[in-house]
């Protein structure tokens, strides 16, 4: 059986940690009397990055890597956890304590078009973070920046200049040297090279490796695109709806992931080798809101692999997905706040929101043999739905069809010797492992 933890450990026990990340939760609204949940934008994530190192965090839009980042740099305040920065508690830090440590790490962004202040010339871009901490003499600070221009492939000219005058890839050159400015040892790279064109995406990656080796930098590097940060990163964390579902060394994950999301996003990377024969994944439907997020494994709405309840394992695929779809269809509309016209349409039995409702059950089921002990489950959710309690509905099918992917949290398992560890309840002895599973399920398609 592989090991469980309650969190994931460096590869080499033996290696310097620098960033050290432990249930670290950000939320955004939730408080108030009237307010609805919150945002769990990162909801509990542990990971640790070695000296020197780089990690890749990767993820579909919106699952939390920008919110991540910007965290760890308390650039936002965390709702929960701790970070701790070579053996130093960062959360709990304030006043000029704060700002001197916020020297050792900084940001690279996305966009180096609305990045840089475009009424500033190159060079007091560069200079401005040396003025804010006061930075030695006036004349030192001059020399500095025209090093960091050097460093970063520019030159003493460019210094005058302003950054509309530049291609996108000086520009994110300028970035870079203004986040270099007072020598940090951590720098989050907020996917640096996704606004870029290909061929310049390449010399900022190789720009990027030449300054970690020189200053013995340590990156996380932020991305969606998997063949850049595969390129550049030692280790990579895959983030979904505000989670860490496998975190491990690079090459290792890419030829052999542990999790189902991981091997979903790697199934679908495009390959030019026609004799590989892996077979694409494609999830259905779309991740579950932030505000209401599953209570079990975050990817249990979407997941191939999914467990199902003891009594249903024998049904069809076709019925289980439709089953699934229709949960998902009940679970996004009764999202929708029902207002105060609909509470009274509700009253006098004219709810409408769900009159097409039998007319997608359908579709979902369309040419499936649905069997009895099924279909009443369906009809009577239909019912709940239709007289205006979508909430009911959305309970009773949870009541019928949730298994332990819904219910409960998974826990890391330890998948190689490496220090690999995948979350998800598939690794635990009792259960069937992932690949006979979506090899099974996928075959179909
Ligand atoms: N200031 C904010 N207030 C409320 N919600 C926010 C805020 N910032 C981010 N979010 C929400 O938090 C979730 C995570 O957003 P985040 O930008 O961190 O994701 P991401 O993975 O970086 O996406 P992308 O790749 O598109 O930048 C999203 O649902 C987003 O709408």
């Not at 694409?280 to 199902?308: H, M, N, Q, V, Y």
């Amino acid at each position: 059986m592989s090991k469980t933890t309650s969190r994931p450990q460096s590869a080499a026990q033996g290696d310097e940690v620098l960033v050290d990340v432990t249930d670290l939760k950000k939320f955004y609204g939730g408080e108030g009397f009237f307010a609805g949940p919150p945002v769990k934008a990162v909801n509990g994530v542990d990971f640790t990055i070695k000296r020197g190192e780089t990690l890749g965090l990767v993820g579909e839009s919106g699952c939390g890597k920008s919110t991540l980042g910007r965290t760890l740099l308390q650039l936002e305040t965390p709702t929960e956890g701790s970070i701790t920065f070579d053996g130093t508690d960062v959360t709990t830090l304030s006043g000029s304590d704060l700002k001197e440590w916020r020297r050792n790490a900084q940001m690279v962004f996305q966009d180096p078009e609305s990045s840089l202040n475009d009424r500033m010339t190159v060079g007091e871009i560069i200079r401005e973070p040396l003025d804010a901490h006061d930075w030695k003499t006036k004349q030192e600070r001059r020399e500095r920046v025209l090093d960091l221009l050097s460093a970063v492939g520019l030159r003493d000219e460019h210094y005058f200049r302003y950054p509309h005058q530049f291609s996108g890839g000086q520009r994110q050159r300028v970035g870079i040297a203004r986040a270099l400015a007072l020598e940090p040892e951590f720098l989050v790279l907020d996917e640096p090279v996704s606004a870029l064109d290909v061929s310049v995406q390449a010399k900022i990656i190789s720009l990027l490796e030449d300054l970690q080796e020189e200053f013995n930098l340590t990156y996380l590097f932020i991305a969606h695109d998997l063949s850049v940060v595969r390129h550049i990163c030692d280790r990579v964390a895959v983030m979904y709806l505000g989670k860490i579902m496998e975190l491990g060394e690079t090459e290792e994950l890419f030829q052999d992931p542990s999790n189902p999301y991981t091997k979903s996003l790697i199934s679908a990377i495009p390959r030019p080798d026609p004799t590989d024969t892996t077979r694409r994944i494609t999830l259905p439907g779309t991740p579950p809101s932030p505000r209401d997020a599953p209570e079990g494994c975050p990817f249990a709405t979407r997941c191939p692999a999914k467990i199902r309840p003891e009594e249903y394992t024998h049904l069809d695929e076709d019925v289980w997905d439709g089953i699934e779809r229709f949960r998902e269809v009940i679970r996004e509309r009764s999202r929708m706040d029902l207002g105060v016209t609909g509470l009274a349409r509700r009253g006098v039995g004219r709810f409408s929101r769900f009159d097409d409702l039998e007319e997608a059950v359908s579709d979902l089921f369309e040419g499936v043999d649905v069997p009895e002990e099924v279909r009443v489950h369906i009809e009577q959710a239909v019912e709940y739905a239709k007289k205006g309690y979508p909430s009911k509905a959305r309970e009773y099918l949870y009541e019928e069809f949730s298994s332990v992917c819904d219910r409960e949290k998974p826990k890391f398992y330890e998948t190689s010797g490496t220090a690999r560890y995948s979350y998800c309840h598939r690794h635990a002895n009792e259960y069937e492992d992932v690949d006979p599973v979506i090899s099974r399920r996928t075959s179909d398609e």
